[in-house]
């Protein structure tokens, strides 16, 4: 029987939304909470962790992990359901119908046990978690996977509606500067805000969503961003003016990383993989016999998928660039089904001769070997950090999201890379493949010293080495 003056330990719920990148993200820190020996139950769909532990160790990686466990839940949509980026509001209002009641009773379930849960750490896009632990009296901490300047742009989306800039003419001038986000005044043209602000009209579910979870999410005691103070430290200002306790923790992964050196416990080992796909390491093979800085890696997340047009475009165009490629064409790249259709013989000719195709790799791993000089990406938050942390100069080809904001601040505030958005022309493909991998030595420059940058800060001492401190402090301090 515990004791009136023992201390509790923590125990802390991470529930991300059920998708690649947000799982990736918060199961890193779920890993960091674990080092400062909390509980830690971290939640997936039933649909994600069975893919998981298809794919991955972790379910065996855990054990290593003592105070580690994972919980699933329904997501409330059928098996057959394709997940995928079309059907992201199906998901999202799914999870509130279907998992909301479900997440109720399993909160219930842990009050009444001998290991209650002191913190949930939720999504932020899934603010139903708010409403759900006031009603338990539990505090939340929202955890938002997106970059603090697409977060902002975001919130700013009323200030947008009422300035009239939203939603866009038929004619719309795509160029046209964007004035009514703070502290982006001179950095935002139409065509970089989220995609969703491209909706013709108020109501576009997507548009509503983002909005109203994003103001929702003030209710939450805290925020959580993965990114580094030197990063975004004028947009982590206006938002902190509205989130007073944010803890930029990040880039997670390298943080994980750093704490895991510092650690004493041998027991503990970072997780290989989160991988919702298998990895397949033969292109770390093929990237260990390529020269240093000369193979550009083609990769456009978990959601993205692409025309047949558009796959020819980047492949005529990278073959034509002449540089070496890795290049991730997941199953459900094309068109979100496997059949990529004839492809000619040039082009694999060329791919036999210089590339290598995976339909997943492990990314992290290939961004940090020597052979990698370039990275061209859908622009994901974590695809992003992790380019910057390895000093990966971009070219960018925004999807959907908050990849289109993401992609201007890559190309045009940190300046470590190009912004190719709205256009896909095996020329462009070509001029700014061989403009990143052999002309612009600025690029390279710039992209090692952010990557310096983003190592202090997971540094100890560094910004979000300190934050995770505090973090961990304040998580304490909710369960005394
Ligand atoms: C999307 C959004 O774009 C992102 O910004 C948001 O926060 C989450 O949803 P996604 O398409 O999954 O994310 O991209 P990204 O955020 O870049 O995450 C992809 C993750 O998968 C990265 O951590 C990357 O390392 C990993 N990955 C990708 C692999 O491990 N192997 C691959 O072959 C491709």
């Known amino acids: 029987m515990e004791q009136p003056h023992q201390k509790k330990v923590p125990h802390v719920l991470i529930f991300p939304l059920p998708a690649q990148g947000h799982i990736n993200s918060m199961l890193k820190l779920a890993q960091l909470l674990c080092l400062a020996e909390f509980h830690v139950t971290f939640l997936n769909s039933h649909h994600n962790h069975d893919r998981l532990l298809k794919c991955t160790d972790l379910g065996s990686e855990v054990a290593h992990w003592p105070g580690f466990r994972f919980a699933t839940i329904s997501d409330g949509l059928p098996p057959e359901h394709p997940r995928s980026a079309d059907f992201l509001i199906d998901c999202i209002d799914s999870l509130k119908a279907n998992t909301k009641p479900l997440f109720r009773e399993m909160l219930i379930s842990y009050c009444r046990s001998d290991d209650p849960i002191t913190c949930i750490i939720a999504d932020g896009i899934m603010t139903f978690t708010i409403d759900v632990a006031d009603e338990l009296a539990i505090p939340i901490i929202a955890f938002r996977t997106i970059s603090a300047c697409s977060f902002w742009s975001y919130f700013c989306i009323p200030k947008l509606i009422q300035a009239g800039e939203l939603p866009f003419k038929d004619d719309a001038d795509m160029e046209h500067a964007i004035t009514c ?3 982006m005044e001179n950095v935002l043209r139409r065509c970089d805000l989220p995609s969703f602000c491209r909706a013709k009209q108020l109501t576009d579910p997507f548009l509503q969503i983002v909005q109203s979870e994003t103001l929702n999410s003030v209710r939450a005691s805290a925020l959580i961003l993965n990114t580094f103070e030197d990063l975004e430290g004028p947009t982590l200002s206006q938002i902190r003016a509205h989130f007073p306790t944010t803890y930029t923790i990040g880039p997670l992964h390298s943080l994980l990383k750093t704490r895991l050196t510092d650690s004493t416990e041998s027991t503990h080992k970072d997780s290989s993989s989160s991988s919702l796909w298998k990895e397949d390491r033969t292109c770390i093979t093929w990237l260990d016999s390529q020269p240093s ?3 550009l890696y083609v990769s456009f997340g978990s959601f993205a998928v692409v025309t047949r047009f558009e796959l020819l475009e980047f492949w005529h165009g990278l073959v034509n660039s002449q540089t070496r490629f890795l290049w991730v064409i997941r199953p459900d790249l094309v068109n979100g089904k ?3 259709g004839h492809i000619p013989s040039e082009l694999l000719e060329a791919t036999n001769e210089r590339g290598c195709l995976v339909e997943w790799a492990p990314q992290q791993e290939v961004l940090t070997h020597h052979a990698v000089g370039g990275f061209l990406t859908h622009s994901g938050w974590n695809s992003t950090l992790e380019s910057v942390f390895a000093g990966v100069p971009m ?3 925004p999807f959907f999201a908050d ?3 993401n992609s201007r ?6 300046r ?3 912004d190719m958005k709205d256009r896909c022309d095996r020329r462009t493909v070509e001029m700014l493949v061989r403009e990143m991998m052999y002309e612009n030595v600025e690029l390279r420059k710039r992209a090692a010293k952010m990557a310096d940058l983003a190592k202090k800060c997971v540094s100890r001492g560094g910004s979000s080495y300190m934050n995770m401190e505090r973090l961990i402090e304040d998580i304490r301090g909710m369960s005394l």
């Open 403 to 405: 990849q289109q904001i």
């Open 395 to 397: 070219i960018c080809w």
């Open 338 to 340: 496997g059949d990529m």
């Open 181 to 183: 986000v703070p502290g």
């Open 293 to 295: 800085d000369s193979v």
């Open 409 to 414: 601040f890559v190309g045009h505030v940190w």
């Open 416 to 418: 470590v890379g190009l």
